[in-house]
Protein backbone atom coordinates (compact mmCIF):
# COMPACT_ATOMS: atom_id res chain seq x y z
CA UNK A 1 0.00 0.00 0.00
CA UNK A 2 3.05 2.57 0.50
CA UNK A 3 4.44 1.79 -2.74
CA UNK A 4 3.37 1.74 -6.11
CA UNK A 5 5.34 0.10 -9.23
CA UNK A 6 6.60 2.28 -11.99
CA UNK A 7 8.41 1.79 -15.28
CA UNK A 8 11.32 4.06 -17.16
CA UNK A 9 10.25 3.19 -20.74
CA UNK A 10 9.68 0.14 -23.14
CA UNK A 11 12.39 -2.69 -22.00
CA UNK A 12 12.54 -1.11 -18.09
CA UNK A 13 12.25 -3.29 -15.25
CA UNK A 14 10.39 -2.36 -12.18
CA UNK A 15 11.31 -0.43 -9.77
CA UNK A 16 9.26 0.82 -6.97
CA UNK A 17 8.41 3.87 -5.90
CA UNK A 18 7.83 5.74 -2.77
CA UNK A 19 4.43 6.49 -2.23
CA UNK A 20 3.74 10.59 -1.24
CA UNK A 21 2.88 9.33 2.45
CA UNK A 22 6.38 8.15 3.02
CA UNK A 23 7.83 11.50 3.40
CA UNK A 24 5.84 12.62 6.19
CA UNK A 25 7.46 13.73 9.78
CA UNK A 26 7.18 11.43 12.46
CA UNK A 27 7.13 13.82 15.45
CA UNK A 28 8.56 11.21 18.30
CA UNK A 29 8.15 13.61 21.25
CA UNK A 30 4.83 12.53 22.67
CA UNK A 31 3.98 9.37 24.37
CA UNK A 32 1.92 8.27 21.75
CA UNK A 33 4.31 8.26 18.91
CA UNK A 34 6.72 6.05 20.60
CA UNK A 35 4.52 3.84 21.15
CA UNK A 36 3.06 3.66 16.79
CA UNK A 37 4.02 0.61 15.01
CA UNK A 38 5.95 2.33 11.80
CA UNK A 39 6.08 -0.08 8.40
CA UNK A 40 9.81 -0.24 6.39
CA UNK A 41 9.38 2.24 4.83
CA UNK A 42 8.27 4.84 7.40
CA UNK A 43 11.69 3.96 9.03
CA UNK A 44 13.24 4.73 6.19
CA UNK A 45 11.84 8.18 5.38
CA UNK A 46 12.55 9.30 9.07
CA UNK A 47 16.20 8.10 8.73
CA UNK A 48 16.32 9.32 5.14
CA UNK A 49 17.94 5.97 4.22
CA UNK A 50 16.96 3.45 1.49
CA UNK A 51 14.79 0.92 2.93
CA UNK A 52 17.33 -1.88 2.10
CA UNK A 53 19.95 0.02 4.19
CA UNK A 54 17.39 -0.18 7.25
CA UNK A 55 17.92 -3.37 7.50
CA UNK A 56 21.60 -3.58 6.95
CA UNK A 57 21.91 -1.35 9.81
CA UNK A 58 19.99 -3.96 12.28
CA UNK A 59 17.42 -1.81 13.65
CA UNK A 60 15.28 -4.19 15.68
CA UNK A 61 12.19 -5.08 14.06
CA UNK A 62 9.25 -7.14 14.37
CA UNK A 63 9.21 -10.01 11.51
CA UNK A 64 5.92 -10.79 10.78
CA UNK A 65 6.71 -13.36 8.07
CA UNK A 66 7.63 -13.02 4.29
CA UNK A 67 9.01 -9.05 3.79
CA UNK A 68 6.77 -8.21 6.55
CA UNK A 69 9.12 -6.27 9.51
CA UNK A 70 7.78 -3.86 11.70
CA UNK A 71 9.25 -1.21 13.88
CA UNK A 72 8.31 -0.09 16.91
CA UNK A 73 9.30 3.82 17.37
CA UNK A 74 10.68 3.26 20.56
CA UNK A 75 13.02 0.92 19.91
CA UNK A 76 14.18 2.77 16.69
CA UNK A 77 14.56 5.58 19.07
CA UNK A 78 16.32 3.58 21.19
CA UNK A 79 19.11 2.01 18.67
CA UNK A 80 19.85 5.65 17.46
CA UNK A 81 20.72 7.22 20.48
CA UNK A 82 23.11 4.44 20.83
CA UNK A 83 24.49 5.06 17.79
CA UNK A 84 25.33 8.41 18.73
CA UNK A 85 26.20 7.78 22.37
CA UNK A 86 28.50 5.26 20.70
CA UNK A 87 29.61 7.62 18.04
CA UNK A 88 30.24 10.69 20.86
CA UNK A 89 32.56 8.01 22.68
CA UNK A 90 34.94 7.06 19.92
CA UNK A 91 35.49 10.66 19.14
CA UNK A 92 36.33 11.46 22.61
CA UNK A 93 39.01 8.53 22.34
CA UNK A 94 40.58 9.78 19.28
CA UNK A 95 40.40 13.55 20.47
CA UNK A 96 42.64 12.66 23.41
Same mark, same amino acid.
Given at each position: ???? =??? /?? #? ?6 ? #??? +?????? =????? /? ?9 ? &?????? &? ?12 ? /? ?10 ? /? &? ?11 ? &? +????? #??
Amino acid at each position: MGTR =PCT /DG #SNARLRWE #SAP +RMAKVI =PLESR /DSLQEVLTLQE &VAAWLK &VKPRQVLRLGIPCL /DLGHRTKRFLAQ /D &VRGWLERRVNSAR &V +RARRT #SG
